[in-house]
């Protein structure tokens, strides 16, 4: 007797609990365990494929892979706390600032910067709301330009390497971090062109939307200026240079880069003078909080996964969504659709370990490459962190704006640039090579 239908009831009641509003990672493990009991009450469940999972999670502890995750944490944390972060922004706004649309321009730049060097999003949309929504709310900027552009560019660390994303990704789907990391650049810096780019053109278009600072507002030119742009922007591009350089030319695995990082990040406070005991006790602290959290949900997703797959989950999904109408491209619409939708709801972390699983094999047997498979997943995932009416950076960004900016004010604002990052997804998706690309030429012997 065949008992997928008890499978497919299973990830039914998994999202039950989760809309009940219990924490992922018990919903992953209570589903697992209700499941797996009235599996075994039937006859569709061997109790003995319990026994594997010591081993798996012992591979997970194994993994080094898995280590990039707290070293990117407490890089990121270190610059956001240590106000290295916000002298950036502050600095790079006033290079910008003669130019019509110039604060604009330089919270994408910012952002993309604090994206390769934080991978934090809710930290890098904070900062950027607290320190230049004010300026430019101040000196005349539409409020929804201002906020769209805001929680645009703050989001770009969820695929901008090094990005937690791609890390947790990578664990899922069995591809090379490093690999990911060089795939999802070409795209990010895309998108980063196209969220300048926009901003320019509607500033050009539409003086009004996004005027020039005047010229009092420019506290520093000249010399001080420059001598400040050295001084604030130099330092974290050589940080960028060394993490991600390190890897794209192997001379370093995302684990050791992300260490070198780490360390990096704490001399960088240091040189400010900013480095002290506390900063270091925070950054510890909100490291531990966040790695905690998702090594839970990956143990308790597997439990999750071991019991559906016992049930004949993981074969019933991938004979569905392998002969899905339209095939290759019906697979891309189907997966693209419902990890959009899930990412208005839920974090990467938790979406990855519940959607992931279940799309890499069908993937596989379509013959997709893995590689370009995650970036796109990644993209997709961040598309639906800005997505009215509950994308998680314009309640990032809300919580930080004055008064004066309405909600509807900020999901109208994020529109343009959530289809600016649609774009960059059917561009990736038209052509392979804008992933694909950089994998190659940076693999050993690449070209």
């Known amino acids: 007797m065949s008992f997928e239908w008890l499978a497919l009831l299973m990830f039914v009641g998994f999202f039950g609990i989760l809309m009940l ?127 769209g552009v805001i929680a645009a560019s703050g989001t770009m660390a969820q695929l901008i390497p090094p990005s937690l994303v791609l890390v947790v990704v990578s664990d899922q789907i069995g591809v090379s971090v490093g690999d990911l990391f060089a795939g999802a650049l070409i795209p990010g810096l895309l998108m980063a062109a196209m969220f300048a780019g926009y901003c320019l053109v509607l500033a050009w278009l539409n003086p009004r939307m996004a005027p020039a600072l005047p010229p009092e507002a420019r506290s520093l030119r000249g010399r001080a200026l420059a001598a400040k742009t050295v001084r604030a922007v130099v330092p974290p591009l050589a940080l960028i240079f060394v993490v991600l350089g390190s890897i794209f030319f192997g001379l370093a695995t995302p684990t050791e880069a992300g260490a070198v990082g780490a360390v990096g990040a704490m001399v960088l406070a240091g040189l400010n003078r900013r480095f002290n005991l506390k900063l270091v006790r925070d950054a510890a602290e909100s490291t531990v909080r966040t790695t905690a959290l998702v090594i839970l949900i990956l143990f308790c997703s597997t439990i999750f996964s071991l019991v559906f797959d016992g049930l004949g989950g993981t074969e019933f999904m991938r004979g569905i969504l392998t002969n899905l109408p339209g095939g290759y491209i019906g697979f891309l619409i189907v997966c693209n659709i419902v990890v959009f939708l899930l990412g208005i709801f839920l974090e990467f972390i938790e979406i990855t370990f519940i959607i992931m699983p279940v799309l890499t094999p069908a993937a596989l047997a379509l013959g997709i490459d893995l590689t370009w498979f995650g970036v796109l997943m990644a993209i997709n995932l961040q598309t639906a962190f800005i997505s009215p009416p509950v994308g998680f950076s314009l309640f990032y960004l809300q919580s930080v704006v004055p008064k004066e900016v309405r909600t509807i004010e900020i999901h109208r604002g994020a529109i343009p640039f959530m289809l600016l990052q649609l774009l960059v997804l059917i561009i990736v998706i038209i052509f392979p090579d804008t992933v694909l690309w950089l994998v190659r030429a940076s693999s050993p012997g690449g070209g």
């Open 21 to 147: 509003g219990y924490p992922v990672a018990f919903s992953f493990a209570g589903t697992a365990f209700i499941f797996g009991i009235l599996g075994l009450a039937l006859g569709a469940f061997d109790a003995n494929l319990l026994r594997l999972l010591p081993n798996r999670w012992f591979g997970t502890m194994s993994d080094i892979t898995l280590l990039a995750i707290p070293f990117f944490i407490y890089l990121g944390t270190v610059l956001e706390r240590s106000g290295i972060a916000e002298e950036l922004l502050e600095t790079v706004g006033m290079l910008f600032g003669p130019l019509r649309g110039g604060i604009a321009l330089a919270v994408v730049l910012v952002g993309t910067l604090l994206a390769a060097t934080t991978g934090v999003v809710a930290a890098t949309v904070i900062a950027m709301g607290l320190i230049s929504l004010p300026v430019m709310l101040r000196y005349g900027y539409n409020k929804e330009l201002a906020t």
